[in-house]
């Protein structure tokens, strides 16, 4: 009996993970080479793509830039296996102020972007950008400070101006292609990892020849293929090993109580300044477009909570 209860516990979770990668759009896929020190890792987002575009009109150009910073994010969160987040930020001068992109460690993404006036239909990064700059950020639950490394905006695409930032700051030779049209995004990664003196020139030999064989890849490949078919097209003569895949999804963590937490670090004053003159505190979610509203009655009762906290030291909130 002991025996029975003990193995339906276990094979619960199993079917229940099997369950999720099998309905789910959204995937990330690791794999590595057998014969060679690379590690690779494909991506495609589909639903979480949709939930993105169904919450804002953005114009073409920034729903490919934004698309292709979506999958990045996915394929640099697995990368750095972290208990916390990443963020991609392009910041610029141009008519693209900022395009932002979350990805994690719960498998979670978000995204927007912000700009200004209408954009050419095939306007690429550049024009977009201008003179931008990427920013990774890497929260790390419970850590102090995050990491952030920035990179300037490279030639006109996400992928190229990724490359370089791991080529000054990683020095491993990192290959990445992304691809995001109207409906889902896809992305490939590859990366050399370290080796040792003996074994460098080898490692050049496999890198070279592998990037190569990556390099055929199409955007129509990418966009369409499924990951098993990809990989064989690409690497039938080499051994490749994958990874149980990961199921990703769309969520956003604002809630009306991080609002009112963010009213009350406004201050009584100013909070009550903007009530009196607009009749009330609306604020909206970058993220997801969801649209929080608080009245007078309300304020109010933030300001009254935080005395009442205030005045009870033994509670932590
Ligand atoms: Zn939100």
Known sequence: MGRTLLSGLFYCPVIFIQ????VSSDLLQRFLFDNAAIRGEWVSLQESWQEVLNRRDYPAPIRRALGEMMGAAAL???????DGRLVLQIRSQGPVSLMMVECTSDNTLRAFAQWDGELPEQAGLSSLTGEGTLAITIEVAGAKNPYQGVVNVQG?????TLESYFERS????????LCANDHNVSGLFLQQLPSDEEGKEKAEEDWSRISQLAATITDEELLTLEVETLLHRLFHE???????PTALAFACTCSRERVAETIS????????????????IEVACEFCNEHYHFDKVDVAEIFTDNIASEGDPGTLH
């Open 238 to 244: 080499e051994e490749v090993r994958l990874f149980d």
């Open 156 to 160: 006109d695409s996400i992928a190229e």
């Open 19 to 22: 369950w999720v990668l099998i």
């Open 265 to 280: 670090m406004l201050g009584q004053e100013e909070a009550e300044d903007i009530i009196d003159a607009e009749g009330g």
């Open 170 to 177: 990683e020095q491993l030779a990192t290959r990445i292609w």
């Open 76 to 82: 640099l969160t697995a990368t750095v296996k972290i």
